[in-house]
């Protein structure tokens, strides 16, 4: 089992920055790859970024370049660096964790083991 607790949410300008994290506890091995997905009202979820036991990143199509995940291996946390917001950025993100996954899996929400409880970024034009 593993529980994950995310924070850093909140509301910003456009062109703001914010900085999620997400800690997870719990048995290390089934958080051993950890992601971040984000999801907006009437939307489905989808995959920002995705960091493995290795250090190797992934990032969809909302995380790339502005976005930066990276990991804590001492503390098992995880973070999600998010530049240059905009507000089509607004959504809930909710850190992802298993102990493997395929490739594809900011496209596989549904193969994701276990989530945290979600922290809402509110981005104002």
């Known amino acids: 089992q593993v529980q994950l607790v995310e924070s850093g949410g909140g509301s910003v300008q456009a062109g703001g920055s914010l900085r999620l994290s997400c800690a997870a506890s719990?048995?290390?091995?089934?958080?051993?790859?950890m992601a971040w997905f984000r999801q907006a009202p009437g939307k489905g979820r989808e995959g920002v970024a995705v960091?493995?036991?290795?250090?190797?990143?992934t990032y969809g199509d909302s995380g790339k370049g502005r976005f930066t995940i990276s990991k804590d291996n001492a503390k098992n946390i995880v973070y999600l660096q998010m530049d240059s917001l905009q507000p089509e950025d607004t959504a809930m993100y909710y850190c992802?964790?298993?102990?493997?996954?395929?490739?594809?899996?900011?496209?596989?929400?549904?193969?994701?083991?276990?989530w945290g409880q979600g922290t809402q970024v509110t981005v104002s034009s």
């Open positions: 719990g048995d290390p091995y089934s958080s051993a790859s």
């Open positions: 992802a964790a298993g102990r493997a996954w395929p490739y594809y899996i900011l496209n596989r929400p549904d193969l994701v083991n276990y």
């Open positions: 960091i493995n036991s290795l250090g190797g990143t």
